[in-house]
């Protein structure tokens, strides 16, 4: 079975300068997630989308950032314009359901994100 | 708001010598407790779910164990590839059973 696919795996680019990041989730999950990852820190949740609907965005910084899920498969998260602490691992997961005791998050491989 | 405490922030180990790791929560109803590993520049990789006190799961050397304030890691005789950073979350009941993370702890296994 395929993973959670994320890209690019690297990007560098000036503060104040936008940049977009793609993910595509692993085969009939229904639910995605987007989380930000400072070094040394956990993931924090930024946007989980149930199908193609916006379920919680409360931690996503929305004067910058944004996201979709076109036709409830895959996703981009966009930040403009960028800021030095916008610097991180963004990761994308995916679970089956979302919502339920019983669902996991499994985690695509991250796009690191270093603004100058 | 939930919140999930991993100590400590880093171990060594020597090879063989076992040890545990802790993470200590506060939630709002707990839904499911999860443990993952992380590898220097990947995804976290999904290890065990918990959702009850008394709670126990296996897999190799690892055994994680569930009280109604923690959650125990357990390393028995760990190998170098052990070597990983092993990050703690939670599952609330609140909202849409938002997923809290803690900052993790990084293992090293020294041959």
């Known amino acids: 079975e395929a993973g959670v696919a994320q890209s690019p795996r690297y990007k560098i680019i000036e503060k104040r300068q936008s940049v977009a990041f793609w993910c595509n989730p692993i085969s009939g999950h229904a639910t995605l997630y987007w989380y930000q990852q400072i070094l040394g820190q956990g993931p924090k949740l930024l946007i989980q989308?149930?199908?193609?609907?916006?379920?919680?965005d409360s931690q996503l910084p929305k004067d910058r950032f944004s996201a979709e899920r076109l036709k409830g498969v895959d996703s981009t998260l966009k930040i403009q314009p960028a800021k030095l602490e916008d610097s991180a691992v963004y990761l994308c997961a995916s679970s089956l359901v979302g919502g339920w005791s019983t669902d996991t998050q499994y985690f695509g491989p991250g796009t690191r994100l270093t603004v100058l | 708001e939930d919140q999930v405490t991993q100590s400590p922030e880093a171990l060594r180990l020597q090879e063989g010598e076992s040890s545990s790791l802790n993470c200590s929560y506060t939630?709002?109803?707990?839904?499911?407790l999860f443990w993952y590993r992380q590898d220097p520049g990947k995804g976290p990789e999904f290890l065990f779910t918990l959702y009850s006190a008394g709670e126990e799961k296996e897999k190799e050397r690892l055994k994680a164990t569930l009280t109604k304030k923690e959650s125990f890691l357990h390393i028995t005789a760990p190998k170098p590839e052990d070597s990983a950073t092993y990050l703690c979350?939670?599952?609330?009941?609140?909202?849409?059973?938002?997923?809290?993370f803690g900052t993790g702890t990084k293992l090293q296994v020294i041959p």
């Open positions: 939630v709002s109803g707990l839904r499911g």
């Open positions: 989308f149930q199908n193609n609907g916006v379920v919680d």
């Open positions: 979350a939670v599952r609330s009941s609140g909202g849409y059973q938002k997923v809290t």
